[in-house]
């Protein structure tokens, strides 16, 4: 059922891949007259990016960590425009990276080698709202914050919400299958994405965007891309499945000494919040300490104490007052049967921005360090902390090690700091977390994608078999390989 | 966005297609060394049928309305026994048919010629339930009635209901990409499905069953094969996504003079009634006149109404007295607006269900009559009315026409019965019904799938580059064609 078998030869395969460097693809290289096809294309030389300095935002990704060599971004407007742009990419054989906010965490978005950069941020209408139905038609570079304030106005809300809402597009929410912190509630995009609009590599418009909730006449092509990061085909529009805006939001802040005690009250929540529940985070003693050492404005809404777990839940729901009994009850027996040590209610707004601070603080904080290793991880959750204690066992006193994460999903994000890389302490962490994480059966990449950084490990995750079958539909679909190269697959491929 | 220009051209290939007589492919016919390999895979002779009239009902579908010519029925107990005899099957050239209960609406499960059929009925294990996670890992073959009565003993839910579950395997829910009566709530399988394991038609079996919410590496498979009717491997297991079983239920019955109110009552329970709405169903007063002739044993809930437009609301929560309360404060006020003429709650589980025999009781009724023309459509909720009483004036006194369904969702079903089928009636309904269904943008099937009795339709719902690519991944998967042939695309493939 799980790769659990053979992870030995699994983890000598990916870690022999990791330590060949990639070597350019035999595609073309840009030339004069490529750049004015373009400018016939795109109507405007400056939409046809080729200064350097302009170029560095499109080649950089915003960690700092990976940074390409395009010589050529463009900003289409269009469908139409996309796929002129890979009608001529394909002829030529020019390779190309899809760009969406560009605030992926594996590299995914950037160019590896001089892959031209299509970015998809001048594609920001929004094509249609039905708030009947509750279904939003938009182009795939619009940022998914103005989307959910747009939607806010028809009572209607994203099914997907994230820490980079403010510059993520929602076609690279789509072609990375973004998680975030609703997930618990709203589900997947695999359901909530009713139909995409993708330029495929021939240039080919694959127009499967009907905004239906039901449709069960043939494949359902549009599932290939959600996730694809890009390598499938471009997404240029999306219709989406969008939940009524809830009338009333609650969240409270809760300790627990020993991590069996968070599985309790995550079970409890289920059981006694069941319709309303909308959020269980869950962070270590470590994370929050590491929060509120870390920035003035990040408070324990627990002072005081020393419990070694906190969890965060949140509450949507139509009718407050239930909601608060709900919250209220829930947390009475939860006290009373030893799962929570304490906990707070957010008694307005400020206070509810306060405790979501914490959480949002501890992946800012974690950012402020020489080094991050950084890992995002699904696990069951039974053994999900076990993980990140033995991690911290093995690095010992070169790193600092803290979990935390959307619990309710059994997604881990798992992270050692320090002030500078080692290859020392690097040997400690890899392949021990992504061969642990393949023993459980879980998933080195939860809901961040593989990108450059974790091409060569998808077989700690995926069967033999899988790979091969998904080898074959990049063929099928892309059979030049010209979609966003180097990334998703092992570059065995 | 939608087929729609093009719908002329389309529905004159539709007709042509569905006109020509579809033909065998040149697939090899079963020999006594085939039955001897069978055999010796299975062990045991009684697992492959050969007699006429065993093979039955593998042959004929529930309706009488399709029957195939088989000559062998294989009944394999496990994933390695159903990869041999694909492995068998693809060596020879050997047409099969996957068949879970074969409770399907359009011929997708049944023979057309003498494919071999490998019938499911013995994958009936449950592999695993995770409660905590909410995560069940079964065979095939078992009964989706089964799976749910198990996860209630755990505090869950299977994510989707229909008529036919004391019968249908959840294998063939997922194939179908089956809808059902709480679509609405727990949304698609696409969503709910997080792993499959399936054997490919070289016999290969494909391990992407990892039971985890969250899992980003690389292409989702598995969603290709959701809603695949069996064309493109056949699933042996699965691992489902499984919500709280609800602490209380309800359900109202409500009356609306339009459809226009029958809308804003949906605009309103959306509104009120929230994260506890778990159906919205309608009927027209001809469905309900119908049912209630029919059977003894359905009565209006309402009795002495005479509007035109009827509606059964569930709702599903975690606590009696406020989903009590919600839906008390939604009667009155969707009164006092004049949304709806009159409702009734219902008291107790007597009520609940009596109001839910009414519901289930016109698709019944419509099974009584000689000739029944059943379409099962999704249309933007809008226009859904339209096009039943476009319908209706179409036929005339040729047919008795009714229209209901899944209205929170967009999904109609729309019938016309007659005592007889004939040519003049049915040139009356078809190609009207589809054509006019792609004007609006809909799907000429929501969830029935196509199966051989709307394969040469899919271009109503499906652009002509979406059929091509489809046909690509077919020939991908399926190189030889041997898995499910005359289904889902058309024969010219």
């Known amino acids: 059922m799980s790769a659990r078998g053979s992870v030995a030869s699994l983890a000598r395969r990916c870690l022999a891949t990791t330590a060949r460097p990639v070597v350019r693809g035999d595609f073309s290289e840009i030339t004069a007259g490529d750049l004015e096809t373009f400018t016939s294309i795109l109507g405007d030389p400056k939409h046809v990016v080729t200064d350097a300095d302009d170029l560095l935002p499109f080649n950089r990704d915003w960690m700092n960590k990976y940074e390409g060599k395009s010589r050529l971004a463009l900003r289409p407007k269009t469908t139409e425009e996309v796929s002129r742009i890979m009608r001529h990419c394909s002829e030529r054989n020019l390779a190309v990276v899809p760009q969406g906010g560009n605030t992926g965490l594996v590299g995914g978005s950037v160019p590896v080698f001089d892959e031209v950069v299509v970015s998809m941020a001048r594609m920001d209408e929004i094509r249609s709202i039905d708030p009947l139905a509750g279904v939003m038609v938009c182009q795939a570079g619009c940022i998914l914050q103005h989307l959910d304030e747009t939607l806010a106005r028809e009572g209607l809300m994203m099914p997907l919400d994230l820490g980079a809402k403010g510059s993520c597009h929602i076609g690279g929410n789509i072609s990375t299958n973004a998680g975030g912190i609703r997930y618990l509630r709203y589900g997947s995009l695999h359901g909530s994405v009713l139909g995409l609009e993708v330029v495929l590599a021939s240039g080919e418009i694959l127009d499967v965007l009907k905004p239906l909730r039901k449709d069960t006449t043939g ?7 959600i ?27 809760l300790s627990c000494d020993s991590f069996p005690r968070v599985l309790e009250t995550f079970r409890r929540a289920k059981a006694d919040l069941g319709e309303i529940l909308s959020a269980f985070e869950f962070l270590d003693k ?43 009850s829930f947390l009475e027996s939860s006290l009373e049967a030893g799962a929570i040590t304490n906990g707070a209610v957010a008694q307005d707004v400020t206070q509810f921005r306060a405790f979501w601070r914490v959480r949002e603080g501890v992946p800012e904080a974690l950012n402020t360090h020489g080094a991050m290793y950084k890992y995002d991880l699904s696990v069951p959750q039974a053994q999900m902390y076990d993980l990140v204690e033995e991690t ?9 090690t803290v979990g935390y994460g959307h619990l309710g999903d059994g997604n881990l994000h798992l992270n050692c700091v320090a002030d500078a890389y080692s290859d020392e302490l690097s040997s400690r962490i890899e392949p021990f977390v992504y061969e642990r994480t393949a023993e459980l059966g879980g998933s080195v990449s939860a809901e961040h994608g593989l990108g450059q950084m974790k091409a060569s490990c998808i077989g700690y995750t995926k069967s033999d078999s899988a790979v091969e079958m998904m080898k074959l539909v990049k063929r099928t679909f892309d059979p030049k ?5 180097y990334k998703v697959l092992p570059s065995s491929n």
């Open 219 to 225: 494949y359902d092509l549009k599932q290939l891309f």
């Open 481 to 485: 390989g010209i979609l966003n190269p």
């Open 392 to 400: 911290r066992d093995r690095v010992g006193g070169m790193a600092y």
């Open 286 to 328: 470590e994370s929050l300490d590491l929060a509120t050492r870390t920035f003035a404005d990040v408070k324990n809404p627990l002072e005081g104490s020393s419990d070694g777990f906190y969890v965060l839940i949140e509450t949507s729901g139509s009718d407050e007052a239930h909601d608060a009994e709900k919250l209220q």
């Open 227 to 253: 996730g694809a990061e890009g390598t499938l085909g471009l997404v240029t529009a999306a219709a989406i499945h969008c939940p009524p805006r809830p009338k009333a939001k609650n969240a409270t802040f």
